[in-house]
Antibody
Framework: EVQLVESGGGLIQPGGSLRLSCAVS????????MNWVRQAPGKGLEWVAV???????YHADSVRGRFTISRDNSKNTLFLQMNSLRADDTAVYYC??????????????WGKGTTVTVSS | DIQMTQSPSSVSASVGDRVTITCRAS??????LAWYQQKPGKAPKLLIY???SLQSGVPSRFSGGGSGTDFTLTISSLQPEDFATYYC?????????FGGGTKVEIK
């Protein structure tokens, strides 16, 4: 069964760091374009970062230089390292997948999300 | 970045109604558009990709249309389980961008 399971969220003080994990089952994390998408309380969806199957990455302007997406192929897991956290990073963070060999970047598999709260 | 604008931001409708949501892209995106449904406390669910292709398992009362810059999502006969928030997303280039969402509420 294809499944994404996020973990690692929690309450963190401004300026702190947190690493989110997304355990992938049913396919190889290296075969698809893997993404992080977040949703602030009561707000819409915001794309955060992508890790291409070839290993290149791209981050949204709002997190570039502070967040880093990566993967561990041996553990079939996607990560999001979040540094210098700010209050406006408070959100539910979803891991999602773009199908392999897709001609366009739609996300057909999503995890249930993990909540990050940045507050003193 | 490509900006996505959805309208309306909310709509009140009754079971059995036909509901249409529109999405406009700030530049032409061919047919590279997706629609998602999200219920409170849940992850988004893919409904439509490539503007009009129905994702496996999604009821046929959902349909998508359009190309270029203007797109629609139509629910032909609203069911109780369809009350949710709907988002469009341009799927042509990174950074991926979403519309602001349309909340479909019970009248």
């Amino acid at each position: 069964e294809v499944q994404l399971v996020e973990s690692g969220g929690g309450l963190i003080q401004p300026g702190g760091s947190l690493r989110l994990s997304c355990a992938v089952s049913g396919f190889n994390v290296s075969s698809n374009y893997m993404n992080w998408v977040r949703q602030a309380p009561g707000k819409g969806l915001e794309w955060v970062a992508v890790l291409y199957s070839g290993g290149s990455t791209y981050h949204a302007d709002s997190v570039r230089g502070r967040f880093t997406i990566s993967r561990d192929n041996s553990k079939n897991t996607l990560f999001l390292q979040m540094n210098s956290l700010r209050a406006d990073d408070t959100a539910v963070y979803y891991c999602s997948s773009v199908p392999g060999l897709s001609l366009s970047y739609y996300m057909d598999v999503w995890g249930k999300g993990t909540t990050v709260t940045v507050s003193s | 970045d490509i900006q996505m604008t959805q309208s309306p931001s909310s709509v009140s409708a009754s079971v059995g109604d036909r509901v249409t949501i529109t999405c406009r892209a700030s530049q032409r995106i061919s047919s590279w558009l997706a629609w998602y449904q999200q219920k409170p406390g849940k992850a988004p669910k893919l409904l439509i990709y490539a503007a009009s292709s129905l994702q496996s398992g999604v009821p046929s009362r959902f349909s998508g249309g359009g190309s270029g810059t203007d797109f629609t999502l139509t629910i032909s006969s609203l069911q109780p389980e369809d009350f949710a928030t709907y988002y469009c997303q341009q799927a042509t280039s990174f950074p991926l961008t979403f519309g602001g969402g349309t909340k479909v509420e019970i009248k």
